[in-house]
């Protein structure tokens, strides 16, 4: 059994924390699920395979699945890859959920004073290449607009 403790890891590799939000092609490392009487969830934990800056950063976060959320965790299952077969069946198993791979985009969101990931999207893997290219883009022109604004 190994144990994880985030304060081990370099400083370089928790990058992430004061960078949360973006799009990176992650790795399911492990899921669980918990339940809460009114809310149970999904705890995804994801290690980031690109942008090379923050490879091996991990990303946890909840795929909640109640009926109103079910929709998010059937994105994330098909564009991840999912066993077709356990999907249609309605179907989770936490192992088959262990290492997939995609494309997540995420943002840091405060509720009731506590720092969350929020998964906004989902796309397979195979697009990574395409999403960044654009996610870069959009970054760099959302830079030159608030300097236009202001001048």
Not at 10 to 33: I, T
Not at 98 to 118: A, E, F, P, Q
Not at 126 to 138: D, H, I
Request: proline share 4%; charged share 30%.
């Amino acid at each position: 059994m190994n144990r994880y403790f985030e304060s081990l890891r370099p400083s370089d590799v928790s990058a992430l924390r004061s960078v949360p939000d973006g799009l990176f092609l992650v790795r399911v490392d492990q899921a669980q699920y918990r339940w809460q009487k009114q809310k149970p969830y999904y705890e995804i934990r994801f290690v980031v395979l690109k942008p090379k800056h923050l490879i091996g950063c991990r990303i946890r976060g909840r795929l909640y699945c109640t009926p109103r959320a079910l929709w998010k965790l059937s994105w994330f299952l098909r564009d991840f890859g999912y066993d077709s077969e356990l999907l249609r069946r309605d179907e989770i198993e936490d192992e088959a959920l262990v290492d997939l791979w995609g494309v997540v985009k995420v943002s840091k969101v405060t509720v009731r004073g506590m720092s969350l990931i929020n998964f906004d999207a989902f796309a397979p893997a195979v697009r990574w290449e395409e999403l960044s290219m654009f996610a870069g883009s959009e970054h760099r022109g959302s830079v030159s607009r608030q300097k236009e604004g202001a001048a």
